[in-house]
C-alpha cells in the first residue's frame, strides 16, 4: 500500500462545520490548546478554518524542508519532532501531546520532520488563514508568540540535556516531564504512559537503545520506577527522580 498523504482519501478528515459547536474534537484539552484564551465567538472564527483529522501511528505529518503551509494542534495523541543529520543519524528534538501545537515558521519551510507516534487526532490550520486571523484576534496572536517562545525555552532545556547530564539524568529528567506534562493535562502524575519506542527515547536524549534500558532497568532496580508492562511506566519515588533530574542525585 503507498504511503498516506494527510490529504488522501484514506485518512479520516471532518471540514469545519459552521453551524455546528465549535472544536467540539477539542473539549478535553480546551483549557491547555492554543486557543484557551478565546471568547467563544473568537474560537468559532477559529474553527471555522480548521480542518479535523484522525491520523494513524507512524503517519508523517509533513518533512523537514516542507513548505510551511499549515500550522497544527493536537487534540489526542503523540507527535514527534525530529531532524536528520547529514550521515543518516535521527535526533528528535521533541515529544508532542494534547494541546501542543507544531507547524510553526519564519522562512517559508519546516525546520524538522514531524511524525506521529501514536493514532493521532489533530486540528490542521492554513498558515495564510491563520494569519488573517492574527490581525482581527489580538488575543491569538499573543497567544502563538508564547507558543512560539516556550518553543525557544524547550529548545535550550534540550542543549542542557544532551550537553551536561549523565545517563541516569537524562532519563530521570525524561519521566518528570511526562509526569508534569500530565499535571498540565489534568491526569495523575503517575502512572505513565509511554506510546514511544525505546528507540524514539534514545535519539531523544542522545543515547543507545541498551543504555536507555539499562538505565530503566537500573531505576527500576533501585526503586525509583516500576515498569508494569510495555508502554507503561509506574514513578514510584518522584522525589528522587527530581534529585536526579536535577543534578543533586549522583551517586
Request: include cysteine; hydrophobic fraction near 40%.
Amino acid at each position: 500500500m503507498p504511503p498516506l498523504d494527510f490529504d488522501d482519501h484514506r485518512i479520516e478528515r471532518e471540514p469545519a462545520d459552521p453551524n455546528g459547536p465549535p472544536c467540539k474534537n477539542c473539549d478535553v484539552v480546551r483549557e491547555i490548546a492554543f486557543c484557551a484564551a478565546l471568547s467563544h465567538d473568537e474560537v468559532r472564527r477559529l474553527a471555522s478554518i480548521r480542518c479535523h483529522a484522525q491520523l494513524p501511528a507512524a503517519f508523517t505529518v509533513f518533512r523537514e524542508g516542507d513548505l510551511a503551509d499549515h500550522v497544527f494542534s493536537i487534540s489526542t495523541g503523540a507527535v514527534k519532532l525530529y531532524k536528520l543529520m547529514s550521515d543518516g543519524r535521527r535526533q528528535i528534538i521533541g515529544f508532542l501531546f494534547s494541546g501542543d501545537m507544531f507547524g510553526l515558521a519564519v522562512d517559508g519551510g519546516y525546520a524538522y520532520t514531524a511524525e506521529t507516534v501514536s493514532p493521532t487526532q489533530v486540528c490542521r490550520f492554513a498558515h495564510r488563514k491563520l494569519d488573517s486571523l492574527r490581525d482581527e484576534i489580538p488575543r491569538l496572536e499573543k497567544k502563538l508568540f508564547a507558543m512560539a517562545l516556550k518553543d525557544l525555552v524547550t529548545a535550550q532545556e534540550q542543549m542542557l540535556l544532551l550537553g551536561r547530564k549523565t545517563a541516569k539524568e537524562k532519563v530521570a529528567t525524561f519521566l518528570v516531564q511526562l509526569s508534569c506534562r500530565a499535571q498540565i493535562q489534568g491526569l495523575p502524575p503517575s502512572p505513565l504512559s509511554l506510546p514511544m519506542s525505546r528507540a524514539d527515547i534514545a535519539d531523544y536524549l542522545g543515547l543507545t537503545i541498551e543504555t536507555v534500558s539499562r538505565t530503566f532497568t537500573h531505576l527500576k532496580r533501585d526503586g525509583a520506577i516500576g515498569l508494569p508492562g510495555p508502554g507503561h511506566a509506574t514513578l514510584l519515588d518522584i522525589a528522587a527522580l527530581k534529585e536526579l533530574a536535577e543534578g543533586s542525585g549522583r551517586g
